[in-house]
């Protein structure tokens, strides 16, 4: 309150010192808002099979392939270009489904940083350049291929 005895414009009774902790309080929910979206696409993976399910593969974050295995029985038909066809198949599945999955992660925490992040001054489209990033790790973003 001033002087008057009324709230000052700002809502807070007793001050800046009240706003600057409401701040502080804010971007420490937002931090670990953060901290657990990275801990939540760092343990991502999404594993997707080939229709005849003899092709299994497992996307991480970005879209990385980290583990492809081909079932012994694959080579009881020598056809190479099918053989071609169920590894792109079940690659794209995986990876798809882990975009999926990496957008469901975001959209659950990014109304929360909206809601905290207009009171400190960020909007959804920073906050997306944030998190894009941890999505990918070990791989730089490469402004030639965006």
């Given at each position: ?45 999404v594993t997707a099979y080939s229709a005849d399910r003899l092709v299994t593969a497992v996307a991480a974050p970005g879209g990385r392939i980290v583990d ?79």
């Open positions: 309150m001033d002087e008057s005895g009324l709230a000052n414009s700002d809502g807070y009774s007793d001050g800046s010192a009240s706003y600057l902790e409401s701040l502080l309080a804010q971007t420490r929910q937002m931090v670990d808002t953060i901290a657990g979206l990275q801990e939540q696409l760092r343990s991502l993976t492809l295995e081909l079932d012994p029985r694959i080579y009881r038909d020598p056809d190479s270009y099918a053989l071609a066809d169920s590894i792109l198949s079940a690659i794209e599945q995986a990876q798809d489904g882990v975009a999926r999955r990496e957008a469901e992660v975001r959209a659950a925490v990014l109304p929360e940083a909206d809601r905290l992040g207009g009171s400190v001054g960020l909007d959804t489209a920073e906050l997306k350049q944030i998190f894009e990033p941890l999505s990918r790790p070990g791989r730089e973003r490469d402004a030639t291929t965006e």
